[in-house]
């Protein structure tokens, strides 16, 4: 399998010493997805839990359902070494993605999503579930102490200082699910598909966490898994705010300490 970290030798400079030593790097690699055998899309990510991001990422860009996916599975060519960084998923017989003209050629890298998305209203009307009336409500003191609980399961972080999280937490602040990944895309992802895989979509009365920023294509992607609140220890984006708004989900930001902005749904948060 493919390695979540590597050492790498540096030259240690501070004020008047220099050294050479070596740091523990997050590992980044691509992967690509096909389904039932045909490309579909290339992503830079963190090796490790590939079988989720892949599911993943079907579901929250509105690709397939959860239960239309059959099998996952690693795959290259007989002639060529196994590197893990190749996953084809078959769909259940019958099954067909939907079209959205032109050939199908999703790129995306750890810095963002995929670029170019569609309007916020064709991103609702792709949505299977509806958050609007989720009766999740959350102590505003419970909220604020996820970072920490969050923070503390990190464990490739903690050597590598280089990797974003997200994290899913039930009503009652205990933490389901932490996927960390150089991507903050791709770690929603992957909680996304291991709910997926366990069955568990709609995520409703629950609470995602973001260890950055929440942009555009988050928010999308806890609205396509049903999840009711996102919050992030950062700032959201404009259209961040406007898709949580349009959805009825509940977005908090700037999640630090005991302080919080909330930006829309407030009435979840007692």
């Given at each position: 399998m493919a390695t979540v970290t590597a050492k790498r030798r540096l030259l240690r400079i501070e004020e008047d010493t220099r050294k050479v030593q070596f740091d523990t790097l997050a590992a980044e690699e691509p992967l690509e997805i096909r389904v039932d055998?045909?490309?579909?899309?290339?992503?830079?990510?963190?090796?490790?839990?590939?079988?989720?991001l892949a599911a993943g990422f079907l579901v929250t860009e509105g690709l397939?359902?959860?239960?239309?996916?059959?099998t996952i599975r690693y795959c290259v060519p007989e002639d060529e070494p196994q590197q893990y960084n190749v996953l084809s998923v078959d769909l259940v017989?019958?099954?067909?993605?939907?079209?959205?003209?032109?050939?199908?050629?999703f790129v995306t890298t750890s810095a963002c999503g995929l670029c170019g998305k569609a309007s916020i209203d064709t991103v609702r009307a792709r949505a299977n579930f509806d958050v609007r009336d989720d009766e999740l409500a959350i102590d505003a003191g419970l909220l604020a102490s996820l970072p920490d609980?969050?923070?503390?399961a990190q464990r490739v972080f903690d050597r590598t200082g280089g990797l974003h999280a997200a994290g899913l937490f039930d009503a009652a602040g205990e933490l389901v699910c932490l996927r960390e990944d150089v991507g903050r895309?791709?770690?929603?992802?992957?909680?996304v598909g291991w709910a997926a895989l366990e069955g568990r979509l709609p995520l409703r009365t629950h609470v995602i966490l973001a260890s950055g920023r929440a942009s555009f294509e988050l928010t999308q992607k806890a609205l396509m898994a049903g999840i009711p609140l996102l919050a992030a220890v950062s700032a959201p984006s404009t259209l961040a705010v406007e898709l949580a708004e349009e959805a009825g989900m509940t977005?908090?930001?700037f999640l630090r300490g005991n302080t919080m902005n909330v930006y829309t749904g407030e009435r979840r948060v007692a």
């Open positions: 055998g045909n490309p579909l899309a290339v992503t830079m990510r963190t090796p490790g839990n590939d079988f989720e397939v359902e959860p239960g239309q996916i059959r017989p019958g099954t067909a993605l939907p079209s959205v003209g032109g050939p199908r050629n609980r969050l923070r503390a895309h791709n770690a929603f992802d992957k909680v977005l908090v930001g």
